[in-house]
T-cell receptor, first 112, second 115 residues
Framework: EDQVTQSPEALRLQEGESSSLNCSYT??????LFWYRQDPGKGPEFLFT???AGEEKEKERLKATLTKKESFLHITAPKPEDSATYLC?????????????FGSGTRLSIRP | NAGVMQNPRHLVRRRGQEARLRCSPM?????VYWYRQLPEEGLKFMVY????????ESGMPKERFSAEFPKEGPSILRIQQVVRGDSAAYFC?????????????FGPGTRLTVL
């Protein structure tokens, strides 16, 4: 069964303290892996799509990387406004068109 | 350049009533997806629709839930005879093409509370 597991569940960092969030996945074949950010009471905001192992993408203080088994979201010198829940999702080959499977998320809190 | 729009943002219903949730996709997008997020849980896929067609409803409960995306107008998620367990945030997403890891863009959600 296709599965996505994110760790840690929650992470508290000091402003400027860099760290990484993990997303491990088990799928029969990967079409794409997605990272979203979700603020309380709002919908997920798209960050990145990764398609193949070795691919990397960056946006401001965030960098996403992908291997055959997992993805990392690296946060460099975070600021309080980076506090949010970060969601990882995968689309598997063979699944109907565009159904994507979400992990439970990592709640990131950045203290000033 | 409006994003995905959902209304209402908050909906309160008593047990046994009907709930209708509406979703207007981003301009140029013809593929719509509905997800449910229960408190303290992740997003769960419910249904995928194109204009006038249901493509995949494997995540939708067999009873009381239905979805449509008519030729004109928004997509509608309908929940009949709501129960307390239906209380959740319901998110709609849209994409332009619908395949090959097409990125889905989410709306702000409708928060349904069943009393």
């Amino acid at each position: 069964e296709d599965q996505v597991t994110q760790s840690p569940e929650a992470l508290r960092l000091q402003e400027g303290e860099s760290s990484s969030l993990n997303c491990s996945y088990t799928v029969s074949g990967l079409r794409g892996l997605f990272w979203y950010r979700q603020d309380p009471g709002k919908g997920p905001e798209f960050l990145f799509t990764l398609y193949s192992a070795g691919e990397e993408k960056e946006k401001e203080r965030l960098k996403a990387t992908l291997t055959k088994k997992e993805s990392f979201l690296h946060i460099t010198a975070p600021k309080p406004e980076d506090s949010a829940t970060y969601l990882c999702a995968v689309q598997a080959e063979g699944s109907s068109a565009s159904k994507i499977i979400f992990g439970s998320g990592t709640r990131l809190s950045i203290r000033p | 350049n409006a994003g995905v729009m959902q209304n209402p943002r908050h909906l309160v219903r008593r047990r046994g009533q009907e709930a209708r949730l509406r979703c207007s996709p981003m301009k140029g997008h013809s593929h719509v997806y509905w997800y449910r997020q229960l408190p303290e849980e992740g997003l769960k896929f419910m249904v995928y629709l194109q204009k006038e067609n249901i493509i995949d409803e494997s995540g939708m409960p067999k009873e009381r839930f239905s979805a449509e995306f008519p030729k004109e107008g928004p997509s509608i998620l309908r929940i009949q005879q709501v129960v307390r367990g239906d209380s959740a945030a319901y998110f709609c997403a849209s994409s332009p093409r619908g395949g090959s890891a097409d990125t889905q863009y989410f709306g702000p959600g409708t928060r349904l509370t069943v009393l």
